[in-house]
């Protein structure tokens, strides 16, 4: 049985809501109708103002106010001046951690991730829970992952970079 993942999923720890979100799939409606899904194989946990690798290590600013708000939120943001990134807000108001996507099956690289979704500004904010053109399911596929640290961040520091924060799908038996 397929069922839309609710508020309560992504209001908790952030650590928790990652192993969960791992093979989950990101559900978006094109423009068209047309209703295409992901399956989730490749995170990585932000978890707050005392992550270095964090936005909201510099505390909070216009671009990082929704990783303030209650989870379920989308926080996307532009790299290169070309890819958008998904990210999705945990946890509870006024503790800033978010869950980068970084790749869905067939599909690696976050950038890649946010052209396949046609992700822009306008996502900013997006509520998983309420929007009609983006969200997650939970198909009840069970998968496993391993734990790596993350990618591209050596400025954050011996300590932050080597934190295992990236989760790595194993295996899937979807179709997706």
């Not at 932000?46 to 909201?56: F, K, N, P, S, V």
């Not at 999705?88 to 690696?108: F, S, W, Y």
């Amino acid at each position: 049985m397929i069922e839309k993942l609710e508020k309560e999923f992504f209001t908790r720890d952030i650590k928790l809501v990652a192993e969960e979100l791992m093979g989950k799939l990101i559900v978006h409606r094109k423009p068209d109708g047309e209703i295409e899904k992901f399956r989730i194989t490749e995170i990585e946990m932000y978890i707050g103002e005392e992550d270095l690798a964090c936005h909201a290590a510099k505390g909070r600013t216009a671009r990082t106010e929704v990783m303030y708000a209650e989870g379920g939120l989308v926080y996307v943001y532009l790299i290169y001046g070309m890819y958008w990134l998904l990210n999705i807000v945990t946890g509870p108001v006024n503790k800033p951690q978010a869950i980068l996507v970084r790749g869905v099956e067939k599909i690696n690289g976050p950038g890649r991730v946010g052209r396949i979704l046609n992700l822009d500004k306008t996502y900013y904010g997006e509520d998983l829970v309420l929007s009609e053109r983006l969200w997650l399911e939970d198909d009840g596929q069970q998968c496993s992952f391993t734990h790596h640290p993350r990618i591209n961040i050596d400025y954050a520091g011996e300590i932050w970079k080597n934190k295992a924060y990236r989760y790595l799908l194993v295996e899937s038996n979807s179709g997706y």
